[in-house]
């Protein structure tokens, strides 16, 4: 919030003043205009047409005020304040920053100085009643510019919020799969659509964490307001390569690069990493290509069941004990198809211990242990068990 101190020192100032002032209006006006285009690359354009009248419009308005105030503690500035909050916004959508203001402001105030320093004189004004004037000058142009930046940032927060707004609806249509028009829609968001990107799945294993959004570049799109936030990016090498040690308490899971068209899939593949790799420290990112045999097999709770109870129902009988000596041993065997003593040693048991459970396994399977597709989905079952075993908190279905 402007803070203005210039209307208290303009209205301790002789109402005299501001009468001998008001004819140098348009002389004070004219010479500020020139110094400006003059000194200012910004405002050196040809004084035609919109440019023109909003350049003229904003330093006749800041002079006529300027002398309006003097001697007059009632004076209205209330438009004045609109005024130069709807020129700050101006100078955002045309392009301009707010140094080239400053800027211009500053040598206008020098310029409008020495413009009216001979009324000053007229009056017969002495020290004191100069050096009023003189900070009422610049205390004046200050609060002209901070008006200006305030109606300035307004603009860019409004342009901001509707390019995330843009942004985010296009998010979600990659991620909803609804593909329709998304060039369109890209180039409303000022984003260039890549033909494949990467989603991460993002967690917070802290109440306090709060996310380094500004290691994010203008090509990552997020989405924080998502009970399971997410970003994309068409390139997760460089643009997560900053997160890397600077996560902050959250944890991420990197799919792999992927077409538009699979980002669905891509997503629900990163969230599944997040929950298979849950024991992990926060901090860490986790890149789901090092990991695609485990997704796969567990990238759908139901079938991993169903192919349990149709390959291992021989174990169906056998205690919770038992299946597990037995499933290790089953395991152990299918993965080297070794001796007694080979998978003795993987199991850290006794030879014999294994001879007389590969017995009782061929007593349970039969032929099975023999059948290549038996053999394979016995393999596929038992690794799916380990890694369930292995990942307890996983037990709520794929994720979304």
């Not at 503690?73 to 609109?82: C, G, L, N, T």
């Not at 990493?273 to 849950?278: E, F, K, P, S, V």
């Amino acid at each position: 919030m402007v803070e203005y101190r210039s209307p208290r020192l303009l209205a301790s100032l002789p109402r005299r003043l501001g009468d001998e002032l008001r004819p140098r209006i348009g002389h004070t006006t004219a010479a500020m205009i020139r110094e400006v285009q003059r000194v200012v690359p910004a405002y050196g354009l040809p004084l035609k047409g919109l440019f023109g009248q909003v350049l003229f419009e904003s330093v006749e308005q800041a002079v006529l005020h300027y002398v309006d105030c003097i001697g007059n503690p009632e004076a209205p500035r209330e438009r004045w304040i609109q005024l130069y909050r709807s020129r700050g916004r101006l100078e955002f959508l045309q392009g301009r920053n707010l140094d080239a203001l400053q800027d211009s402001a500053t040598i206008g105030a020098r310029v409008a100085w020495r413009a009216m320093y001979p009324g000053v004189e007229a009056v017969g004004a002495g020290a004191d009643l100069v050096a009023v004037a003189a900070e009422a000058v610049f205390a004046y142009v200050d609060e002209l510019c901070a008006t200006a930046a305030e109606g300035y940032q307004e603009a860019k927060a409004e342009a901001e919020n509707t390019l995330r707004t843009r942004r985010r609806k296009l998010l979600e249509d990659i991620v909803g799969g609804t593909p329709a028009n998304l060039g369109e829609l890209a180039k409303s968001a000022e984003w260039d659509l890549p033909k494949t990107a990467a989603l991460v799945a993002l967690e917070s294993r802290r109440e306090d964490a709060a996310f380094p959004f500004e290691l994010l570049g203008a090509g990552v799109l997020a989405d924080f307001d998502d009970a399971e936030p997410y970003l994309l990016t068409a390139s997760p090498e460089t643009a997560l390569a900053p997160l890397e040690t600077r996560l902050n308490g959250w944890r991420a899971a990197i799919s792999p690069t992927v077409p538009l068209a699979d980002a669905p899939a891509a997503l629900r593949t990163a969230r599944r990493a997040l929950r298979l790799t849950g024991h992990d420290d926060p901090g860490t990112l986790l890149w789901c290509r090092d990991h695609l045999a485990t997704l796969w097999l567990l990238a759908e709770d139901f079938l991993a069941s169903e192919l349990t109870k149709q390959t291992l129902d021989p174990f169906a009988a056998l205690s919770e004990k038992q299946r597990e000596r037995l499933s290790d041993t089953l395991l152990a065997w299918l993965e080297t198809r070794g001796g007694a003593p080979e998978i003795a040693k993987r199991l850290d048991v006794h030879p014999q211990t294994v001879r007389n459970r590969l017995r009782q396994l061929e007593e349970l399977f039969g032929d099975r242990m023999e059948d290549p597709d038996d053999r394979l989905g016995m393999h596929l079952a038992l690794r799916a068990q380990r890694l369930t075993r292995e990942n307890p908190h996983d037990r709520n279905g794929p994720a979304r």
